[in-house]
């Protein structure tokens, strides 16, 4: 019998005891060994739980107890999953995770710490959902050398934006259907300013080249400002727009990643990713695009991921399992001014012909997006790939010359 601690009774905690519980000979036909839920640590009262009796509000029963070889954080946030990971770590016990706020801001440590005390620091779930991820990269496709990854990791605003593509609608109101649905938060800036993708992104990117990428080095942009006019041209383009996380390993070994809405082609399979579905490409220089899909939020889906994790720590309690990156200073990320992109620009001017001659001028290549519904004055474009530094500069001196820019949404190379 292995027994193990849960840390946190929400959404995706009692997702995880519900698993442990149901599937409970599935899991001892894998294990070999019963897998018993010793504590639930939670504030609150559960009284009417079958597991009533195995609630502590006291983190001490958990760490103090030699038996608990596996305890899960599914408590979220840093604080204090932050200090209750580490001390369980350095006790030797082994942690999953769910929390990817945690693992892009402490990942580098706490992996360190764990190997330091031959335990386990596992986070299947904190990409992707019930999406497998974390394994794919660091086993099934260690053989490769991953150029690449990009990925629609927000399940929120995959759903607004595809009501926006879908059904027209606009983002205030799609945003207040994803609340009432509970798939966003009351307060949902961490999903629709890119933040949650950011640090899913940073992850991944952690772990495909080795070194921690921190989320403060990284430009995000969320999809706020995105409008039923943007969606319609880039329908007219030829495409959708989705919330891309992107990363690339460039030729000198440095990295150009960035979260932003961008328009993603039609042919794309990222293009046909829609609700709160999740989509990840995976580039790897002996496979070529592995895509995986799925379920990237959600009770089961996650404790999905985070049972098969416990599994693999409950598989390996003598034995490390090989899952490493080293801290960094970001010295590796590049500046976003410097990444290359081609631009959607919407603008609005007194004179569109004189209007569309300038961003000629300026930005040489431009291909015009005709609406026949276009607002008077609009002018759209898709400029050719130029550092994102010389296109700012552009839409500086288009603003600067009456030529009012509404709206500036990277084209995907996807
Ligand atoms: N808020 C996240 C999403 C939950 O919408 O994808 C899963 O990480």
């Known amino acids: 019998m292995v027994s193990v601690a849960i840390m946190g009774h929400g959404v995706v905690g009692s997702g995880v005891a519900e698993i442990l519980t149901t599937h409970k000979n599935k899991l001892f036909a894998s294990l070999g060994e019963e897998l018993y839920i010793k504590y639930i640590l939670d504030l609150r009262e559960f009284p009417d739980s079958p597991l009533a009796d195995r609630f502590t509000k006291n983190f001490d029963d958990i760490i103090n107890d030699i038996d608990v070889r596996v305890v899960i954080e599914v408590m979220g946030g840093l604080n204090p999953a932050y200090d209750y990971v580490k001390r369980c770590l350095l006790s030797g016990k082994s942690v999953v995770t769910s929390n990817k706020e945690l693992v892009a801001a402490h990942g580098a440590e706490l992996l360190s710490i764990a190997k330091d005390n031959n335990a386990n620091f596992l986070f299947e779930a904190s990409v992707g959902g019930g999406i ?133 082609p039609n042919k794309s399979q990222l ?87 300038k961003a000629e001028e300026l930005f040489k290549d431009i291909h015009i997006l005709s609406k026949d519904d276009a607002k008077q004055g609009e002018i759209a474009f898709i400029c050719e790939p130029l550092a994102y530094g010389e296109i700012e500069k552009n839409i500086d001196t288009l603003n600067n010359s009456g030529i009012k820019v509404e709206s500036a949404i990277r084209v995907g190379d996807l």
């Open 132 to 264: 497998p991820i974390i394994r794919p990269i660091n086993q099934c496709l260690v053989a490769n050398n991953v150029s690449e990854i990009a990925g629609i990791l927000n399940g929120t605003t995959n759903f607004i934006l595809t009501k926006m593509i879908n059904e027209g609608m606009e983002f205030d109101v799609a945003l207040k259907l994803a609340q009432d649905l509970g798939y966003a938060e009351r307060n949902p800036e961490a999903d629709v300013e890119g933040h949650d993708a950011c640090r899913k992104i940073c992850i991944l990117a952690s772990l495909a080249f080795g070194k921690h990428i921190y989320p403060d080095a990284v430009h995000t942009e969320g999809i706020t400002k995105i409008t039923l006019d943007d969606v319609k041209y880039a329908e007219i383009w030829g495409g959708v727009i989705k919330l891309i996380g992107k990363v690339k390993r460039l030729e000198n070994n440095k990295c150009d990643i960035l979260v932003a809405p961008m328009f993603v």
């Open 271 to 357: 293009a046909n990713i829609d609700d709160v579905f999740n989509g990840i490409m995976v580039r790897g220089d002996c496979t070529g695009d592995v895509v995986f899909y799925g379920k990237g939020a959600g009770k089961l889906p996650t404790a999905s991921a985070v049972v098969a994790d416990i599994v693999d720590c409950a598989k390996h309690l003598k034995n490390r399992k090989y899952l490493f990156w080293t801290d960094s200073d970001n010295s590796s990320v590049i500046d976003y001014k410097d990444s290359v992109t081609a631009m959607y620009i919407r603008a609005i001017a007194d004179d569109t012909k004189a209007a569309y001659t």
